[in-house]
């Protein structure tokens, strides 16, 4: 750990003993509102939501009730209501029209409805790969516009209805975001494998599929095709650009273990880069939070070079660069706001103030 966030983390949680208990959730502290403060950003740092947020949360909403993936007042409509999902593309395309950020908050909502399946162990896709695998060769199907007969789940009829949002695409459009929702269904199958065995995986295995299930190369390439952002096959499978998607998807799913690490420390074996480097590498709740800042910083750099290099070679890829890097700052103010996670366990907070 770098020793200008260890003087920051003991001088922040330098409280009396007795406070901790009350501090969770109170105005003392905000662990959220810290975490939104230390993670370096993409982009310049001038964030600002979309005039359409509203009308967009409104309607996916309404489009999640009509394709059944949500009942209407039920515990998951309120629950994804109060999570305001819209108010993720609302921040991370800011400057775009009304329908594409509405295109994009159907998408975002489809995949937290699905993670929210993934994680439930009331649901059996949660620890039954094979299960997973039935399932994601359907939507294959629809994304491949080969599905016999009609939808069967709400998830099948709300994913048909998404991909009306993009009926122009090409051939070649189509097969490389199938490529991609592949890569992620996999990712899904993965971790699922390791719930079904009741342990958790390396750090670096998980890092390996936390690069896909993140989802970004999924929203990525759907975007590019709502907006009509032309890139060639070439340069979809340049090796620099690739490298580029994935390492911000690797961002923005370190960024959620980070923002996740209260809710997910629940968990009987989580899946979190915290609580992972907690296990295996015998540490402290303080001393892994460190850890995972600096790494993630480090690899906003990174991504940072890299994107550099890829616009000075080629300028055609700055319309997905841009949004790239307005995905992952759009994402931490978004995460910062959510209700979908909680603030830290009296446990974590009375570790970081001793």
Do not use: C
Not at 89 to 115: G, H, N, Q, T
Not at 223 to 237: A, D, F
Not at 285 to 293: L, Y
Not at 311 to 317: A, I, T, V
């Amino acid at each position: 750990m770098q020793t200008n966030t260890l003087f920051l983390l003991n001088k922040i949680f330098a409280l009396p003993q007795a406070d901790v208990p009350g501090m969770l959730g109170s105005t003392m502290f905000n662990w959220r509102k810290f975490l939104s403060n230390q993670l370096r950003r993409a982009g310049d740092g001038s964030i600002s939501i979309s005039p359409h947020f509203e009308k967009a949360q409104s309607l996916i909403m309404d489009w999640s009730v009509r394709t059944g993936i949500l009942t209407k007042d039920s515990v998951a409509y309120v629950k994804s209501q109060k999570a305001e999902f819209a108010k993720l593309p609302a921040y991370s395309l800011a400057k775009v029209s009304e329908k594409e950020v509405i295109s994009a908050a159907k998408l975002i909502a489809w995949l937290f409805e699905r993670d929210n399946k993934l994680d439930s162990r009331k649901e059996t896709i949660s620890t039954s790969p094979e299960a997973i695998v039935a399932k994601d060769k359907r939507f294959r199907q629809i994304l491949l516009n080969s599905l016999e007969g009609d939808p069967i789940s709400f998830s099948e009829r709300a994913l048909q209805d998404l991909f009306l949002d993009i009926s122009h695409a090409t051939i070649e459009e189509n097969r490389s975001l199938v490529k991609k929702f592949d890569q992620y269904f996999q990712s899904n199958e993965k971790e699922a494998r390791y719930r079904m065995q009741k342990k958790q995986p390396s750090i670096n295995t998980y890092q390996e599929y936390r690069v896909y299930n993140s989802a970004v190369q999924v929203y990525e390439e759907f975007m590019g095709i709502v907006q009509n952002h032309k890139l060639s096959e070439e340069e979809r499978e340049n090796i620099e650009y690739i490298r580029a998607m994935n390492l911000a998807a690797l961002i923005v799913g370190i960024h959620n273990d980070l923002f996740s690490v209260g809710k997910e420390s629940e968990e009987e074996y989580p899946e979190n880069l915290v609580l992972l480097k907690m296990g295996a590498k015998g540490i402290s709740f303080r001393s892994a939070i460190g850890e995972v800042i600096n790494e993630v910083n480090g690899m906003i750099s990174d991504f940072n070079d890299l994107s550099a290099d890829l616009l000075l070679g080629n300028p055609h890829y700055a319309e997905s660069i841009e949004r790239m890097k307005n995905l992952i700052d759009g994402n931490i103010v978004w995460s910062e706001e959510t209700d979908r996670y909680k603030g830290l366990p009296s446990k974590f907070l009375a570790e970081l103030q001793s």
